[in-house]
């Protein structure tokens, strides 16, 4: 039983900064690909950054500059550090874990909320 357990969203005025955590437990090893997507009301959900177990990242063009992923893999886990909040930042963001095809997870989401 595979669980990514997200946390660290909240309210944040515009400028500001959040930081999202996102651990992994159970029978998953070596995730090639872990990520942060984010979901707008009325919106499809969008890619925000991914980290591969090599270290390349990729980030949207909306984000760069901004917005820093990293991860650990020895204990699973991804961060997503996010700076300069703007309002259009405002979504449920979600962790993302995918094994290149062979499985791919999802956490449960967590809100940010950018507003003065």
């Known amino acids: 039983q595979v669980r990514l357990v997200e946390s660290g969203g909240g309210t944040v005025q515009p400028g500001g900064s959040l930081r999202l955590s996102c651990a992994v437990s159970?029978?998953?090893?070596?995730?090639?690909?872990m990520g942060w997507y984010r979901q707008a009301p009325g919106n499809q959900r969008e890619l925000v950054a991914t980290?591969?177990?090599?270290?390349?990242?990729n980030y949207s063009d909306s984000v760069k500059g901004r917005f820093t992923i990293s991860r650990d893999n020895a204990k699973n886990t991804v961060i997503l550090q996010m700076n300069s909040l703007k309002p259009e930042d405002t979504a449920v963001y979600y962790c993302?874990?995918?094994?290149?095809?062979?499985?791919?997870?999802w956490g449960q989401g967590t809100q940010v909320t950018v507003s003065s």
């Open positions: 159970g029978s998953i090893f070596s995730i090639y690909l």
């Open positions: 993302n874990v995918d094994g290149l095809g062979r499985y791919a997870y």
């Open positions: 980290a591969t177990i090599g270290g390349t990242t």
